[in-house]
């Protein structure tokens, strides 16, 4: 067996694979590139050459134009690719839309890198499928054992149940344009909420794609262009990005009732601090539970931890026997969590 340093190793450009002459969701462009899923710190614009699912290189395509990358290639969940010798699969990582973990084998040695995943239910994108390797690379974006995330669907009767008790004001959700905003939306659907929802402008290519790949959204309406004096928004769910609240757009609404789906909304002082009224803690990432079972399920010999909170997991892995250590790469952010 190859040891995995020589397979695959942290640098300032992000994970690469000396082998295969590729880099793991890249911080700058690079000749050759393999990413996990569309969020703007695992996926940026201007490589040589991007191997990704389709529905991930149609998100990039969407968020950064046509011409993100020289040349693309599609990678359907368990296909194998070699690339200079070195064996690639794609498999399902449960974040959103496309999103994929990353096996890379070679000489004997096993390697899957995560990207962002979350093991709860899911319709808006393939549910995370564990699979065995020698060395897991996992994020820990809540890495730590005071988060036990709740059910979404009781966050989201939450909400229901504030659209009861104030019919008169607008309720403005907070949400990440790719993969919160569609899973919130179809949460609610399936809360048996059927008026239509407004969005946000920049939302509505990424809801478009979604409901063409399948995803029941329901009817959508755009946030932009209805004129306030219609009363159209009053009692109304309406969903933007959290930049968009600090502008004149969250002006335009009745008595705006303050809402942010978020894994980070169970920590009060986050909440306090954007003024949020109602916190819904709706997260795309692995809480803590979810880290351990997914590291017990999957069997590594070793586990690399990539970006959020490293230290506490990479402790729970040393106590339960399995050899880890942190990366430390810089520049991959909580875009969606």
Known sequence: ???????????????????????????????????????????????????????????????????????????????????????????????????????????????????????????????FEPVPCDVFITEATFGLPVFHHPDPRLEIQKLLTSLQQFPERSHLIGAYALGKAQRVISLIRRGGYEK??????????????YTEQGVELGELRPATTEDKK????????????????????????????????SGWMMVRQRAKQRGVELPLVISDHCDWPELLDTIREVGPQEVWVTHGREEALVRWCELSSIKARPLHLVGYEDEGD
């Open 230 to 261: 219609s009363g159209a928004f009053k009692g109304a769910v309406v969903i933007g990005p959290p930049s968009a609240f600090n502008d004149r757009w969250a002006r335009r609404f009745e008595d705006p009732l303050a809402i942010f789906a």
């Open 1 to 127: 067996m190859i040891k995995p340093d020589l397979l695959l190793h942290p640098t300032p450009g992000g994970l690469y694979c000396p082998l295969g002459d590729f880099y793991v969701d890249p911080v700058r462009p690079v000749d050759r590139a393999l990413i996990t899923h569309g969020h703007s710190d695992h996926a940026r614009s201007g490589h040589g050459h991007v191997l990704a699912t389709r529905q991930t290189l149609d998100i990039m395509a969407i968020r950064y134009g046509e011409d993100f990358c020289g040349t693309s290639q599609s990678a359907d969940f368990g296909d194998t690719t070699s690339i200079n010798g070195v064996t690639v699969r794609f498999h399902p990582a449960g974040h959103v839309l496309g999103s994929a973990q990353i096996e890379i084998e070679a000489q004997g040695t096993r390697i899957v890198v995560s990207g962002d995943y979350k093991r709860g239910a899911d319709p808006t994108c393939a549910s």
């Open 196 to 209: 239509p929802i407004y969005i946000h402008g920049s939302m509505a290519r990424l809801c478009d794609y």
